[in-house]
Nanobody
Framework: QVQLVESGGGLAQAGGSLRLSCAAS????????MGWFRQAPGKEREFVAA????????DYADSVKGRFTISRDNAKNTVYLQMNSLKPEDTAVYYC?????????????????WGQGTQVTVSS
């Protein structure tokens, strides 16, 4: 079992920045591929970013490419999502996920463990 706890969400203005953190506990963190997803009201949960194990490769949704950066610190069992140049359409609940399938999984069904989510709201 892996427990994931997100933090760092909140309110930001358009053009601003936020940094999300996801702390993992339980089984060995470093073997897991880690991902960030988001879900806006009335919409499906969508892929945002993924990072491989132990962290040499990353992948992003086109909508956040060039603005968001995913990283991980395996010594701290933590994955981060640095969000810059935020837009109102980035408003959503952001979820951290851990999985062992593939290298950079984009499909939510490839992830085994999920955090409870953290709200990000971007005002225009």
């Amino acid at each position: 079992q892996v427990q994931l706890v997100e933090s760092g969400g909140g309110l930001a203005q358009a053009g601003g920045s936020l940094r999300l953190s996801c702390a993992a506990s339980g089984r060995t963190f470093s073997v897991y591929r880690m991902g960030w997803f988001r879900q806006a009201p009335g919409k499906e949960r969508e892929f945002v970013a993924a990072i491989s194990w132990p962290g040499g490769r990353t992948d992003y949704a086109d909508s956040v490419k060039g603005r968001f950066t995913i990283s991980r610190d395996n010594a701290k069992n933590t994955v981060y999502l640095q969000m810059n140049s935020l837009k109102p359409e980035d408003t959503a609940v952001y979820y951290c996920a851990a999985g062992t399938a593939g290298v950079l999984p984009k499909n939510k069904y490839d992830y085994d463990y999920w955090g409870q989510g953290t709200q990000v709201t971007v005002s225009s």
